[in-house]
């Protein structure tokens, strides 16, 4: 026969997927000896049957039930329902796995107009007796029958004012007779029904209220947010009462056997003398420290301090301990794993390897990478979060937190940040024209694009938060206001705040914790290092960047975007005329131009990186991104080339396309344009003759992008390698160098073999071969990808975590194909892929060689990359 019910002494921690989290622990204390008062598990099995008989419990688990109340009755000498000693109980939920606010707690079941006497009688405390009855009817109304909260509050606080007290404590019994009643009477308004006075019906409502609990709406949109299996089901854990609220000699607190919030080694929590459980957590009375126990009843405080130790010892992790006292008598009620800053759970995995609790191993896996976003990220003040609203919500592009006056351009963005104020730039989408005003701004906020849009790939680049594709807002570039759904309108000048990491935005200026990083951090990611396989690189573009990544601990550039290098406002001039040029002469004169301001860029970044090696990627998009749109832009560029305002509107509407994405950009521009990617191979390898001259060592890695046919990327290898051996005899020097390709559309990963003869790498672009893989397009996917999410089409945006059905399939592909070809040609990724920690693990498996992701994601990355190799470990221990 199936067993479904468990004492408390039965179980053990390792029984958490039957007992849940709570009971398993329930168990474990109690088998080790520690103070907790007795009680007895309803398994997950019996919340599984519950389900499968459509909301009703069988025959078997009610027996079982019953034979356990009857030997909790007899262990403490008590009767459920008693009217001299009454038997009552706690009710709490537990699943397998933590999931915080979904289920409900009643406490004082067995409380009826009779058992409330018997209480009275047993402990001679009619206060404390008739409060405990009080508590039980509103949490019972509650949680049972879903009668909101403030009913009985308001109830509470006419009584209060009536019997002229400040505190909940000061009621008279008298007065909590009165209120009994009037709650009872709520009750039956509320509910339609009597309040159930027999306790084993109070029992069997409260277990079938957790198991229904399971299937709220709340409990599901959790689960599912965090990956939660939905048949693991929750246990209930009844549990004899203990009072905290009998009188100065007794209390309830919690205590947490680390600082949680740094981590630091001391016991951390608070308490209230003469309350129950949910006077803690509700806020009613504000708690004290601990500290303060120790002179109010110091053997109790000391016995806690030894419990706190040893279930730390026990546990070999931070504990998060519920307790009571009841009259100097000290019982545990719960111990888990303490919730903790991203800094404190650094701290603590460090102690705990230092104080040989655990391996370095372990301190890796105990951190979740995208955990460390909040110590690499200033943040906004947890309490000030609490007590402002959102404005409005879109994706969480690049993470961190600013506040700032918000400008709809860039030259107003830029001209108000050298003025002093911290400047939000809020446009509709960015283009490579903003890139100074994002430069300037705290953040930047986009109405439209996606999760590898314009600004958030450059946002994330610079380390900046960014918020893009927020929807809820509608943005009037020309009268500098922002429409909210909600109806609010913000002008120019007017504050904001932006969360990247969450995609909310609030409209007033919040105050800010900035990041940190501290000793431990910087020993635990020297083991992060040792454990990994992959290497990580960063995508950069600037000295800035790189010199950010290599601190975090980058081991090159994976993708050095050539573009990026024209966006500043002195080179867009230039390279204007160079697409605007009407012959191979005024293209050339151009290109000259802007060779000598890439040569210093790219003498900067061989400097930095000192030899480490440098994936320069050559011009990829379309080349009408960066011609000009507003008609003063125009006449600027008609003064600078000397060409008429309509000779150049000309060339505009020549060089527009009615799909870009799919259009002249790429390796096709060096098809039609071979001059710009010669003026670049130039400018690489005599930057890197200049830097190989001052005595530092380069490696640079020539990489082209786009790539679709072996014809194209011969055609176009074999021009940049003529161009290279050129210098080469001019100088009299030969430096070594690779070339090779990005495979970012389908066909190259089909024919990965035949592109692995004329490539000495591979870099999967996964932005744009997701984008062509599904057809979704990178820019506007933002407009129909939440409503897939919400209908869970798909589990997870495709352009943050990759699709490994599909994209991932491509990239195994590509990748065993092109080592049919060359086993040993070196592979990486440098999509936004290469920062997700999912797709990381996926990266790992199939064995490629890097991934490269921008600075601000390196050390995520690198933690991500660990953890991947010691899980496979694992895994491989267990075979
Ligand atoms: C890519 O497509 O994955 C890539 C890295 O290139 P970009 O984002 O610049 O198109
Ligand atoms: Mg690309």
Redo the contacts with the bound molecule.
């Keep these: 026969m199936r067993k479904f019910v468990y004492r408390f002494d039965e179980g053990r921690k390792e029984m958490k997927f039957l007992l849940g989290g709570k009971g398993a622990n329930l168990a474990e204390m109690t088998r080790i000896g520690l103070p907790v008062p007795p009680g007895f598990t309803i398994s997950t099995d019996a919340c599984k049957d519950y389900n499968e008989h459509h909301g009703h419990l069988s025959e078997d688990i009610l027996r079982e039930v019953m034979l356990h109340l009857a030997h909790l009755e007899k262990a403490s000498g008590k009767r459920f329902g008693s009217t001299e000693n009454p038997l009552l109980v706690s009710v709490r939920s537990g699943a397998p796995v933590s999931m915080p606010g979904m289920m409900d707690t009643i406490l004082n079941l067995g409380l009826n107009e009779k058992s409330v006497q018997g209480m009275i009688h047993a402990t001679g405390d009619a206060r404390s007796s008739l409060d405990s009855y009080r508590r039980f009817i509103q949490m019972f109304g509650d949680v049972v029958f879903g009668i909101p909260s403030y009913h009985f509050e308001q109830a509470l606080v006419a009584i209060k004012k009536e019997a002229g007290c400040q505190s909940d404590t000061d009621l008279q019994p008298t007065d909590l007779e009165k209120l009994i009643e009037r709650y009872l009477d709520i009750f039956l308004t509320e509910s339609g029904r009597d309040f159930p006075q027999d306790p084993k019906e109070q029992l069997m409502l409260a277990i079938t209220a957790v198991f229904d609990s399971w299937m709220n709406p709340r409990a599901v949109i959790y689960r599912r947010l965090h990956e939660i299996d939905a048949s693991y089901g929750t246990a209930v854990n009844i549990q004899t009462m203990v009072f905290g609220n009998t009188g100065e000699t007794s209390g309830t607190g919690i205590a947490f056997t680390r600082n949680p919030s740094t981590g630091e080694k001391e016991v951390f929590g608070e308490f209230l003398l003469n309350a129950q459980g949910e006077d803690v957590v509700a806020g009613i009375r504000t708690p004290v420290e601990l500290s303060q126990l120790r002179t109010q009843m110091p053997e109790v405080y000391e016995e806690l301090m030894t419990t706190c130790a040893l279930l730390e010892d026990h546990y070999q992790d931070m504990q998060d301990i519920e307790f009571t006292i009841e009259k100097e008598q000290l019982y545990i009620l719960q111990t888990r794993n303490g919730k903790r800053t991203t800094k404190a759970a650094i701290q603590v995995a460090v102690d705990l390897v230092h104080e040989g609790k655990i391996s370095t191993e372990e301190a890796i896996m105990r951190i979740a990478p995208n955990e460390l976003d909040q110590l690499l990220h200033p943040a906004f003040h947890v309490d000030a979060l609490a007590s402002s609203s959102v404005l409005a919500t879109g994706l969480p592009a690049s993470p961190g937190a600013a506040t700032g006056m918000i400008y709809f351009d860039a030259a107003s963005a830029v001209k108000a940040a050298e003025m002093g104020s911290k400047v939000i730039l809020v446009r509709s989408e960015t283009s490579p024209e903003d890139i100074e005003g994002m430069a300037k701004s705290e953040a930047i906020l986009t109405a439209r694009g996606g999760m590898?849009s314009h600004a958030a790939?450059v946002a994330r680049g610079m380390g900046k938060c960014c918020v893009v594709g927020c929807a809820d807002i509608l943005i009037d570039e020309q009268e500098k206001a922002i429409r909210t759904k909600s109806g609010h309108i913000l002008h120019e000048g007017d504050q904001i705040s932006l969360d990247g990491t969450t995609g909310q935005v609030y409209g007033e200026e919040l105050p800010l914790t900035e990041a940190e990083l501290f000793p431990a951090f910087d020993e635990w990611m020297e083991w992060v290092n040792e454990a990994k396989r992959l290497h990580i690189r960063v995508?950069a573009d600037t000295p800035a960047d790189l010199q950010t990544a290599l601190h975090f601990g980058a081991e090159g550039i994976g993708?050095c975007?050539t573009e990026h290098m024209f966006f500043h406002e002195e080179r867009i001039p230039f390279v204007r005329q160079m697409i605007i040029a009407e012959n191979i002469r005024e293209r050339e004169d151009a290109l000259e131009k802007l060779k000598q301001m890439q040569k210093e860029d790219f003498c900067a970044l061989f400097r930095i990186a000192d030899g480490r090696p440098i994936n320069i990627?050559l011009l990829?998009p379309p080349l009408h991104e960066f011609l000009p749109k507003e008609t003063g832009e125009i006449e600027k560029l008609s003064q600078a080339s000397g060409k008429t305002v309509t000779e150049i509107r000309r060339r505009l509407t020549e060089l527009a396309e009615t799909n870009p994405m799919l259009g002249h950009r790429g390796c096709r521009l060096a098809v039609t344009y071979p001059e710009i990617y010669k003026m670049q191979a130039e400018a690489i390898m005599e930057s890197a003759m200049e830097i190989h001259d001052e005595g530092i060592p380069v490696q640079p890695e020539i990489m082209i992008?786009l790539v679709a046919t072996q014809a194209e990327l011969a055609l176009i290898k074999n021009e940049i390698k003529t161009t290279i051996q050129q210098i080469f005899e001019k100088e009299r020097l030969i430096l070594p160098f690779d070339i090779g390709t990005?495979i970012?559309t389908p066909r190259a990963c089909i024919v990965a073999d035949q592109i692995a003869q004329d490539a000495q790498f591979f870099s999967?672009?996964?932005?744009?071969?997701t984008q062509l893989t599904f057809g979704f397009s990178r820019d506007d996917a933002g407009k129909f990808l939440p409503s897939y999410e919400k209908l869970a089409l798909i589990s997870r945006d495709p352009f943050v975590s990759i699709d490994q059905d599909g994209v991932g399939a491509l990239v195994e592909l590509g990748t065993v194909r092109g080592r049919m070809t060359q086993p040993n040609i070196k592979i990486g990724v440098?999509?936004?892929h290469g920062g997700d920690p999912a797709s990381i693990h996926f990266f790992h498996k199939i064995g490629l060689h890097y991934v490269s992701c921008s600075p601000f994601r390196v050390p995520i990355a690198r933690l991500a990359a660990a953890q991947a190799s010691l899980l496979e470990h694992r895994s491989m221990e267990t075979v």
């Design positions: 590898t790939v995508n993708l975007r990627r990829d992008p990005m970012e999967f672009g996964t932005n744009d071969l440098c999509g936004e």
